[in-house]
C-alpha cells in the first residue's frame, strides 16, 4: 500500500472542514493579536480555551458510541468526529496559548499533554489504515486474535501426525528443526514493516531438505512446509493484531490525564 | 417469554411426534394406490431404494401438518382420514408486494418483477402469491376459508420441488396417517416411474403452471386460452447438479421457465467460461434465441436439482402470433439481454463475482454480511454491537470464507428459500412474507436441532441456555443472525463498525457487488 493511500481520508469533506476551520481559527488568531494584545486569560483567547477544553470533553466520550451510535448515527462518523474534533482542538490549544511556549509547570504539561495525545491518536489512525491494508495484501492466513494460540496447537497436532506418517528421515528433521519453532509463537516487531518478513530464510531448510527425503515424502515435506507457513502468518497476525489493540495505551492513558489537568486547569482559572 | 415448563411441554409432543414417525415397510407401501403406476416387477426395487426417504406418521385432530409461510421438503399422501386447509388472511400476500427494508442497511432493488428492461440477459420473474397444495390450490379456497383432503389426496409436493413458501397451513380434521416423503426420494420416484411423474405433473400442470406462467411478465397479459394451451404443451423437466441443460452454440428450440432450483448461465470467452448471471423460480430462458432464430447464445447449467417448464419452439411461436405485444416484450428483453451479455464479456470481475457467488453459495443470500479485511481493525465492534443487540449473545463469528480482501462471516445469509425453515416442529423459526429476516423464537424453540443441522453454511448455532430439561441437561436453543429485526437502526454489526468495513448485500443485485467489491 502506497504512502499516499494510506493517507487518503476516508470522508475527505471531514479533512477539508478540519482545514478550513484551523485556517480560520489562524487567521481569526492573527487578526486579533495584530490588533490588541493577546491573553489567553480573556476574549477570544479565553474563546479559544475554553472551545479546546469542551472539545476534550466531547472527545472523552467516544466510548458513549455504544450501544446506537446516538446522536451520531453510525460509530464510522463517531470515529471522524473523535479523530477530526481532536486534531482541531490542538489548534485551538496552541491559539489559545498565543502561538507561545506556555510560563509554568502546569502550562507545559498541558501542552505537551495536548501535543503527545493528538499525534498518538494520528499514529493510531495510521496505524488502523496501514496495518490492515498490509495484513489484507499480503496474508492468506485470517484468524481471530484470541484464537491464534489454539489455532497454532492445532498446526503443531497435524504436523505432528504427518511427520509420524513419514520416513525417519523426515520426522528426525521435523523433531530437530521444525517441532519447536512451530509449537513456540514468535511475532517478531518486522512484521510491522513487511508482513513477509523472515519468511523466505524460515522456510530455507525444507528446501535444502526436499533432496534428503524420499519421493514419497515430498508431498508431506510441502505439506509440513504449507502449516509452516501457516504459522509464520499467524505470528504476524499475532503481532500486527496486537499493535492494532495495544496502540490505545499509548493514547487513552494520557488522555486522561489531560482531562485531568484540564480540570485542575480550569478550577485554578476560575478560583484566582 | 415461554416458562421452562411450556417448553417442555413443546418437547415433549415433538419427542411423541418422532415417535408416531414409524418407517415406511415395504408392504405397507406396496398396498398404496400411489404407487399402482410403477411397473409390478420393479415397484418392490423401487420402494426399496425410496424406502428410506418415507415415513408414516400420525397426526391427532387439530394437529399442524404444515404451517402457512414455512418451506416444505416433503410430500404427503394421506393415507388415512382427513385433513383441512385453512387459507390465511389476504393481508400477508399484500405484504409481499411490497417487501419491507429497514434501517437502509438493504438496498431495495429497484427491479420490478419479470419486466423486460429491467430484466437484462435472462427475464427475472416473480411468483404472484404461492401455491403449493396441489389437491386444493389456494386460489380455489376463500381466503379465510378452508378446503378438506381426504385419503388418497397428496399435498405439499409443489413447496418441495419448487421451494415456494407454503400458502396455507394444513391441519388434521380427523386422527390422519401420512405416508411422508422427503424430497429425494420424491426425485427417485419421479425418475424411476414415469406414471408417478406423470402424476405429480399433471397435478402441478392443472393447479400451478397457469399462474406460474403469469408471473413471468412475457405472459401477464397474455389470453387465458394461450395460457392454457402453452399449459397443456409444456414439458416438464428435471436436471440433476451440473447437468448441461442446453449448449452455446446448439440450436435454439425451446423456451424455459424454472419451476425450482438455480441455472448458471456462461458463455464461453476464448477458451475460458465466462459466467454472465444464473436464473432461479421464475427466472426465464431462450426467447432471445428462438425470435432471432439463432443457435444458443450462452450455456445453461444446472447448479443443483433444477426443475424446468419447457416449452417448444413451435408453441411459442404461436403465442407470438396470437399475441403481438408479447413479440414487443421480447425484442426489449433480447436487446436488454444483448447488452447484459456484451457487459459481461467486457467486465470479467463482473464475471468473476458471479462465479464466485454460484461456487460458494452466496447467490442464495439477501442479505450478506461481508467485512472489508483491507479496513477492518479486527477491533471486534462489529461482534460486540450484535451481542449488544441480543441480550450479551452475539449472533455471528468473525470468522468464515474469505474471497480477496473480503470475509463472509458466519453470519445468516438470510437466504432466498431458507432451507432452515423446513422442519422446524415447532414453527419457531419464522420469515414474515414480504421481510428479509429468518428468526427463530427462543420461546418456542426446543433445540431439536434440525434447522442448524440443515443450514449448509453452518450459520445456525445451538446455544445452552440456564435453564435445565427434567433430566438435568441444558437446554439448547438454535440462534442466528435476525438482521437485528425491530431495531430501528439496521443491523447493528454494520452501525457500530467505526471503519465503515462491514457491509451487508444482496447477491441478487450484482451490479451493487460490484460496485463495492471491487
Known sequence: MSLAEVLRPKVPRNLHATVAASFVALALFLFVSWRWAWSPKRGLGLAFGIAAALVYVLEMLYPARRSRARPLGTALRYLQAHVYLGAFAFVCVVIHSGLRFPGGTLGWLLLLLSLWTTASGLFGVWLQKWIPAAMAGGLQVEALYERIPELVEGLVAEADSLAAEGSDALDRFYRQEVRDRLGSLSPSWGYLFDVRAGREAALDPFRRMRAYVPQEDKERLEDLASLYTDKLELDAQLRLQGVLRRWLWIHVPPAGLLMGLVVVHVFAWVWY | ?518
Open chain 2, 1 to 518: 417469554m415461554t416458562s421452562g415448563a411450556d417448553r417442555t411441554e413443546l418437547r415433549r409432543r415433538y419427542e411423541e411426534r418422532l415417535q408416531l414417525r414409524v418407517p415406511a415397510e415395504l408392504a405397507a407401501l406396496s398396498e398404496l394406490s400411489l404407487f399402482a403406476g410403477i411397473p409390478e416387477k420393479a415397484r418392490d426395487k423401487v420402494l426399496e431404494k425410496v424406502r428410506k426417504y418415507m415415513h408414516f406418521a400420525a397426526y391427532r385432530r387439530g394437529d399442524v401438518v404444515l404451517r402457512e409461510g414455512d418451506y416444505g421438503d416433503s410430500a404427503y399422501y394421506v393415507v388415512k382420514g382427513s385433513a383441512e386447509v385453512l387459507l390465511g388472511k389476504p393481508a400477508a400476500a399484500d405484504r409481499r408486494a411490497a417487501p419491507r427494508v429497514r434501517g437502509g442497511a438493504h438496498a431495495a432493488s429497484a427491479k420490478g418483477g419479470a419486466k423486460p428492461g429491467a430484466s437484462g440477459m435472462i427475464g427475472r420473474g416473480h411468483v404472484p402469491g404461492t401455491v403449493i397444495l396441489s389437491a386444493h390450490p389456494a386460489a380455489e379456497i376463500a381466503p379465510g376459508g378452508r378446503a378438506v383432503l381426504e385419503a388418497g389426496e397428496v399435498f405439499g409436493e409443489i413447496s418441495a420441488l419448487s421451494r415456494y413458501p407454503i400458502s396455507a397451513t394444513v391441519r388434521a380434521a380427523s386422527d390422519l396417517r401420512l405416508l411422508q416423503i422427503r424430497l429425494p426420494g420424491l426425485r427417485m420416484l419421479q425418475a424411476a416411474s414415469k406414471d408417478f411423474k406423470k402424476f405429480l405433473d399433471t397435478r402441478y400442470r392443472e393447479r400451478t403452471l397457469g399462474r406460474h406462467l403469469r408471473g413471468v411478465s412475457l405472459f401477464e397479459d397474455v389470453s387465458p386460452a394461450v395460457i392454457d394451451a402453452v399449459r397443456e404443451k409444456a414439458e416438464l423437466v428435471a436436471f440433476q447438479p451440473g447437468q448441461v441443460i442446453v449448449e452455446e452454440g446448439a440450436p435454439a428450440d425451446a423456451f424455459f421457465l424454472v419451476r425450482g432450483g438455480y441455472v448458471k448461465v456462461s458463455a464461453a470467452a476464448g477458451t475460458s467460461e465466462l459466467a454472465i448471471t444464473y436464473l432461479r423460480t421464475g427466472d426465464f430462458a431462450g426467447e432471445a434465441a428462438l425470435i432471432l432464430d439463432e443457435p444458443w447464445p450462452f450455456t445453461l447449467q444446472a447448479l443443483e436439482h433444477v426443475e424446468l417448464v419447457k416449452i417448444t419452439r413451435e408453441e411459442f411461436r404461436r403465442v407470438l402470433a396470437a399475441h403481438p405485444p408479447v413479440e414487443e416484450k421480447l425484442w426489449a428483453a433480447t436487446l436488454a439481454r444483448l447488452k447484459q451479455r456484451g457487459a459481461a464479456l467486457q467486465s470479467p470481475v463482473s464475471s468473476e463475482y458471479m462465479r464466485m457467488a454460484m461456487d460458494t453459495g452466496l447467490i442464495h443470500g439477501e442479505s450478506v454480511l461481508l467485512i472489508d479485511l483491507a479496513t477492518c481493525t479486527r477491533c471486534d465492534e462489529c461482534v460486540r454491537g450484535c451481542a449488544d443487540a441480543h441480550a450479551g449473545e452475539a449472533r455471528f463469528v468473525r470468522e468464515g470464507q474469505r474471497y480477496r480482501n473480503w470475509l463472509v462471516p458466519t453470519a445468516c445469509y438470510q437466504c432466498t428459500d431458507p432451507v432452515c425453515m423446513v422442519d422446524c416442529p415447532t414453527g419457531a423459526i419464522t420469515r414474515a412474507i414480504g421481510t428479509l429476516e429468518v428468526q427463530i423464537d427462543p420461546s418456542t424453540c426446543i433445540g431439536c436441532s434440525n434447522c442448524a443441522k440443515r443450514c449448509p453454511w453452518g450459520n445456525i448455532v445451538m446455544v445452552e441456555q440456564e435453564e435445565t430439561r427434567p433430566d438435568g441437561k441444558p437446554i439448547e436453543v438454535a440462534t442466528k443472525c435476525d438482521l437485528c429485526f425491530g431495531r430501528a437502526e439496521g443491523p447493528a454489526c454494520v452501525q457500530m463498525c467505526p471503519h465503515g468495513s462491514a457491509v451487508r448485500i444482496s447477491f441478487k443485485d450484482m451490479e451493487r457487488v460490484v460496485s463495492t467489491l471491487k
